[in-house]
């Protein structure tokens, strides 16, 4: 690893200061899970019969809920019978070293952090997660998993769909809880607040296979880039954020898989932060 960014890295863990992890689709592109816009991504491929911009948004639910959900249940499928890989790891890691410290801020619906073992306190998913599903007409904000029995059980019984998930509190059809494009972000189901109020005490952002397409995580890379905050971005492509990091006093850009270079991140910063760690 470059020696200036192994003693970034030992600083900002020495120091006081939040240290932020970002994560995008690349994350989980080595458990098996497509991103969006790569060439197998689930934007590129699209569904048969709609294009994904159209799929995703709310004007769809409301007219073809049982396609959108088909859709979403073939997702968690897949979802389902990945497993979180060493990058998920070493973020389980970081937070065991930083505790308070630590923020993760994840675009992915997949649910493979909390699966890896990053507390729910610390992880904000700020796309939703697709495990769960919450009222469609809003009857109140609770969240709910996704009952088995509409659960696919193979990827090709994804597509078929015996009857579509309700409101347990008032039998009102549910929705996926998952941030839709026509939709926008919010503290209650998405972290607004949080995720902004995490960059804003943020002196180590970490971004980590993304390419930058959505408003939220644009706005907490720019609120850390203002205030002086050290970027470093983990992503085999290039992407905005490297180009934020380029343009960073202190930046970093690490050319590499997720699962390649999380490991090497985490043990240069336990070793700053004299943790052997498990
Ligand atoms: P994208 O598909 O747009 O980008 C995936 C990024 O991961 C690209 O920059 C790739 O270069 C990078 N990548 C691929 N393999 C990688 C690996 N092994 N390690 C590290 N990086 C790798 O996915 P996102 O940026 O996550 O939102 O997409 C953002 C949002 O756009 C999604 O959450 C979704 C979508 O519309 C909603 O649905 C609301």
């Given at each position: 690893m470059n020696s200036s960014l192994r003693t970034v890295l030992e600083e900002t863990v020495r120091n006081p200061g939040g240290i932020t992890v970002l994560t995008g689709a690349g994350i989980s592109a080595e458990s098996g899970i497509p991103t969006f816009?790569?060439?197998?991504?689930y934007w590129t491929v699209g569904s048969a019969v709609y294009r994904p911009e159209e799929m995703a948004t709310w004007a769809m639910f409301s007219r073809k809920p049982e396609e959108v959900w088909r859709w979403y249940l073939y997702r968690l499928g897949v979802c389902r019978r990945a497993e979180p890989n060493t990058g998920h790891r070493a973020l389980v890691g970081m937070e065991h070293l930083l505790g308070e410290r630590f923020t993760l801020i994840t675009q992915?619906?997949?649910?493979l952090h909390l699966r890896a073992g990053n507390s729910r306190e610390r992880t904000l998913e700020i796309h939703g997660n697709l495990n769960f599903m919450r009222c469609a007409v809003a009857c109140d904000d609770a969240v709910y998993p996704i009952?088995?029995?509409?659960?696919?059980?193979r990827e090709e019984e994804?597509?078929?769909?015996s009857a579509l998930p309700r409101c347990?509190?008032?039998?009102a059809l549910a929705r996926p809880h998952v941030l839709l494009f026509d939709e926008c972000y919010n503290?209650?189901?998405?972290?607004l607040d949080s995720a902004l109020s995490a960059a804003a005490q943020t002196t180590l952002l970490i971004v980590v296979g993304?390419?930058?397409?959505?408003?939220l995580p644009n706005q907490v890379a720019r609120l850390v880039f203002q205030r002086g905050g050290v970027i470093v971005d983990v992503n085999p492509n290039t992407n905005p954020f490297a180009e934020l990091a380029r343009r960073n006093e202190q930046g970093f850009i690490c050319q590499g898989t997720a699962a390649a270079v999380l490991p090497e991140l985490l043990h240069v910063m336990a070793g700053a932060g004299g943790w052997s760690g498990s």
């Amino acid at each position: 690893m470059n020696s200036s960014l192994r003693t970034v890295l030992e600083e900002t863990v020495r120091n006081p200061g939040g240290i932020t992890v970002l994560t995008g689709a690349g994350i989980s592109a080595e458990s098996g899970i497509p991103t969006f816009r790569g060439p197998e991504g689930y934007w590129t491929v699209g569904s048969a019969v709609y294009r994904p911009e159209e799929m995703a948004t709310w004007a769809m639910f409301s007219r073809k809920p049982e396609e959108v959900w088909r859709w979403y249940l073939y997702r968690l499928g897949v979802c389902r019978r990945a497993e979180p890989n060493t990058g998920h790891r070493a973020l389980v890691g970081m937070e065991h070293l930083l505790g308070e410290r630590f923020t993760l801020i994840t675009q992915n619906v997949d649910g493979l952090h909390l699966r890896a073992g990053n507390s729910r306190e610390r992880t904000l998913e700020i796309h939703g997660n697709l495990n769960f599903m919450r009222c469609a007409v809003a009857c109140d904000d609770a969240v709910y998993p996704i009952p088995d029995t509409v659960l696919p059980t193979r990827e090709e019984e994804g597509l078929r769909l015996s009857a579509l998930p309700r409101c347990p509190r008032c039998g009102a059809l549910a929705r996926p809880h998952v941030l839709l494009f026509d939709e926008c972000y919010n503290e209650i189901h998405y972290h607004l607040d949080s995720a902004l109020s995490a960059a804003a005490q943020t002196t180590l952002l970490i971004v980590v296979g993304t390419s930058g397409a959505t408003n939220l995580p644009n706005q907490v890379a720019r609120l850390v880039f203002q205030r002086g905050g050290v970027i470093v971005d983990v992503n085999p492509n290039t992407n905005p954020f490297a180009e934020l990091a380029r343009r960073n006093e202190q930046g970093f850009i690490c050319q590499g898989t997720a699962a390649a270079v999380l490991p090497e991140l985490l043990h240069v910063m336990a070793g700053a932060g004299g943790w052997s760690g498990s």
